[in-house]
């Protein structure tokens, strides 16, 4: 009979659009949110925030918030020293062994305090905390805070904050320099010198926020008995939450349970702490009650996290027929008041700096510069958007110099199947050689290719700009080395009822993981997918994980629930075999029906009660799983966007004409699912190239802290996207799996910033930011030098 424990076999769920099993419950109203959470007695908290961009605090009075109605406390700063740890996200800030001695960057620790109370670094900072017995009156009591301050001097742009004499964004600090990192491969002077072509540009990304539709979240409550602390956070990282949590209050962390409800969107910015994740804990702690804080959409813009805003300087150099000897990347990347997030998105943009390009030489540099803005962290791609942005401006301003077509020169530079592992020498992350395991970026390029017509599109062109419509062809290449580590974990464990709960420490911001994940176990269980309940990002149902960050959900979650599920039914097997007497290998586990010859098939739920009345020592202690999965190398993904775009001179408005996305990302659990992330990821990536933008005024004063001013992409400016794809799966693990979370967001603004410029060509502008909005393209072309009338006009 066939060995039940052979899963070899092509699977019959991983690889099938299967509907989304969690959409019917939140289409029906049904989920489970941060503010659905309502327990009895709640207090609420409303924070006093920092008016200025850098000011020293004199004095604090918060005696009349105190006696104000329904007030039950009120922290400042000076109240929760030494009493409340200053947070740091020490995972993003810690430095792996191999970069400490291959590449000896700096990367100072700057604690953000709970709340300030000595020196204010940027509008929006927490200074005083009111819990009340509702919002509005929590509201009404911070109205009556008095603080005085002493103005400080305020530096805003990076470059600016870098130079000799700029204003310290933080006092404590010796300079503006929150990290720094320089390394190489090959020799860069070699290649400027046998150079026929020295292309030296600069090309900057500007800063915008993640904007989940469900803002940060956090309710905590006591236990009145066991004083244990169970917290609902909408957090991409549970597990780092309760770490965090305990430390800084001074609890165990047994006594800390964090759950990750239903959530609303994370996109990088709910899996970094700030430091009102703590505060509300601490709270609830110190005072016996639930207390609960949701930021409003003016918090989420002006002081949760914000992300981009890069600036590349960039020197290529390229033979006659524009292949690749070299690239020079001196980066600056705004960090905001302090470094938070360590090396995590500076490095990222420099390991995927030239990406899916052969490049023998290259001269890699990142300062990350300190500023009195909103610190910056990871937001969906995490330094790659930024990074694409400028080596693909580079790859159109190389092409037009030759006077080729930009895909003819990308082609020429391009990896394939054949360079595959390629090893690009350089250190990634994790400070180990930087490998590329799978793809062929050629094939990806050619599949674009067709699905644009790009010898159509030309003549097309031609004849449009005889008309006056002008219309460019722009694109955007990348790759994503995705499943970051160090482990994940999950367990999958049958019920008395007979079903299986399986439990992981990644949680879903709207990924689908009930159904993906799932997917997965069933597959590897012989277990129909209704029969199984996921648990995701629960401390409680699992001791140790790491969260859905980094486009690593699949490929360290999913394998780690292979791995427990494939454990359990070879449990199942090994308990039914004892009970019937036979060999493991004579049973089959199938569509939730245990099999053995010459005995009835037996439900899971049949079998557990028949364990119970077995005279073995401990006849169910088996049937749960637990695995880890560390994932041995990245897995490298990758994709292609090609954006068609008119521009409207007259008033500077881009229209997206056309717009294709070529990606690869191994095996797909669920092409449906899959399709909708890179969608999904585009869109957002649109916002970033044509509209969305926070601004602050030399002041440090933000000036687009409401959807008022702060735009983002709505169904009239985005386009219907086309979707290709090929096929490279990975040999890091089992499943075969890549991430594909963020792929989506990185190609969009070097996609359109080079369609943009190319519909400008007879302008002779040049792209060197994005967004590229209407008064973007206005000042550009109220600079440039009126083309020749084309023919016929």
């Not at 000799?164 to 190489?184: T, Y």
């Not at 600056?332 to 899916?356: D, E, P, S």
Request: a negative charge; aromatic letters at 4%; hydrophobic letters at 40%.
């Amino acid at each position: 009979m066939t060995d039940m424990t052979d899963t070899t076999a092509a699977p019959p769920l991983v690889g099938q659009s299967v509907p989304r099993v969690e959409d019917e419950r939140l289409l029906r109203g049904a989920g489970r949110f941060v503010d659905d959470i309502r327990l009895p007695d709640e207090l609420h908290v409303a924070f006093l925030r920092s008016p200025h961009a850098h000011a020293r605090v004199t004095s604090i009075d918060t005696s009349a918030a105190v006696t104000s109605p329904g007030v039950v406390a009120v922290y400042d700063g000076d109240s929760l020293v030494g009493v409340v740890e200053p947070l740091v996200n020490i995972e993003e800030v810690r430095v792996p062994p191999g970069l400490v001695e291959g590449v000896a960057p700096t990367v100072k620790i700057q604690p953000m305090p709970p709340l300030a109370h000595d020196e204010v670094n940027y509008v929006g900072q927490p200074m005083a905390m009111v819990v009340a017995e509702s919002r509005y009156l929590a509201e009404d009591a911070v109205e009556l805070i008095t603080v005085d301050y002493e103005p400080l001097p305020v530096v805003i742009d990076p470059e600016a904050a870098l130079e000799d004499g700029a204003p310290l964004a933080l006092l404590e600090a010796d300079d503006n320099i929150g990290v720094h990192a320089k390394m190489g491969t090959g020799d860069m002077e070699a290649a400027l010198a046998n150079a026929h072509i020295v292309l030296e540009e600069t090309f900057a990304s500007q800063r915008y926020v993640p904007s989940p539709m469900e803002t940060r979240g956090i309710v905590a409550t006591v236990d009145p008995y066991s004083r244990r602390l169970t917290v609902w956070s909408n957090t991409q990282t549970p597990h780092r939450v309760r770490d965090h949590i305990a430390h800084a209050i001074g609890l165990s962390t047994d006594d800390v349970t964090v759950t990750a409800p239903d959530v609303g969107g994370g996109f990088g910015q709910k899996g970094i702490l700030i430091v009102e994740e703590i505060l509300i804990p601490y709270a609830a702690h110190a005072l016996g009650r639930t207390v609960r804080w949701q930021a409003d959409r003016t918090e989420n813009l002006t002081a949760d996290t914000h992300a981009r805003e890069q600036i590349h300087h960039l020197t290529v150099a390229a033979d006659s027929e524009g292949r690749l000897l070299g690239v020079r990347d001196r980066c600056i990347t705004a960090m905001g008041c302090r470094n938070v997030v360590g090396l995590v998105v500076a490095y990222n943009a420099l390991v995927h700096l030239t990406g899916a390009y052969r490049v023998p030489a290259q001269d890699l540099e990142v300062f990350g510069a300190l500023t009195n803005t909103m610190f910056t962290t990871p937001y969906r791609g995490a330094g790659r958007p930024e990074a694409a942005l400028a080596m693909e401006r580079a790859m159109d301003r190389l092409a037009l110099r030759l006077g080729k077509e930009p895909a003819e020169v990308r082609r020429i530079n391009l990896l394939t199947e054949e360079d595959m592992p390629y090893f690009s020498g350089l250190l990634d992350r994790r400070g180990l050689p930087q490998e590329i395991d799978s793809g062929d970026y050629v094939k990806m390029l050619d599949v674009v290719e067709e699905m644009i017509d790009v010898p159509a599109f030309r003549k097309e062109q031609q004849r449009l700009r005889s008309v006056g419509v002008h219309r460019g062809l722009g694109l955007g290449m990348y790759i994503e080395m995705s499943g970051l580590g160090p482990f994940e974990s999950a367990r999958a464990t049958v019920l008395p009822s007979g079903t299986v709960r399986v439990s992981t420490g990644a949680p879903s911001q709207g990924q689908g993981h009930a159904t993906t994940f799932v997917q997965v176990a069933a597959d590897a269980l012989g277990v129909p997918m209704a029969d199984i309940r996921l648990v995701g990002g629960d401390t409680q149902a699992l001791p140790y994980g790491v969260g859905t960050i980094a486009s690593r959900a699949m490929v360290t979650a999913g394998n780690a629930i292979d791995m427990a599920s494939r454990e359990l039914r070879s449990q199942i097997a090994l308990a039914a075999a004892g009970l019937h007497g036979v060999d493991p290998s004579d049973v089959v586990i199938d569509d939730g029906k245990v099999l053995v010859t010459g005995a009835q098939p037996m439900t899971l739920a049949e079998l557990v009660r028949a364990l119970t009345k077995s005279p073995s020592d401990d006849p169910s202690a088996g049937l749960s799983a637990h695995a880890y999965f560390k994932p041995p190398n990245y897995a490298t993904s990758s994709g292609l966007h090609a954006a068609v775009v008119d521009v409207d001179v007259a008033t500077g408005a881009t229209t997206i004409h056309d717009y294709v996305v070529v990606h690869e990302a191994g095996n797909i659990v669920n092409p449906a699912i899959a399709d909708g992330q890179i969608i999904g990821g585009a869109v957002q990536g649109i916002g970033g190239a044509l509209l969305e933008h926070m601004k602050y005024d030399a002041n440090g004063q933000p000036s687009t802290g409401t959807y008022m001013d702060y735009l983002l992409p709505t169904i009239e400016t985005t386009p219907q996207i086309r979707l290709g794809e090929v096929f490279y799966p990975t040999p890091t693990n089992r499943l075969g799996v890549k991430g594909l979370g963020e792929g989506g967001a990185v190609g969009p603004q070097a996609a359109i910033a080079n369609a943009v410029e190319d519909a400008l060509r007879e302008y002779d502008v040049v792209i060197h930011s994005t967004p590229v909005n209407p008064d973007h393209i206005r000042r550009l072309l109220r600079d440039a030098v009126a083309p020749t009338p084309a023919e016929g006009q």
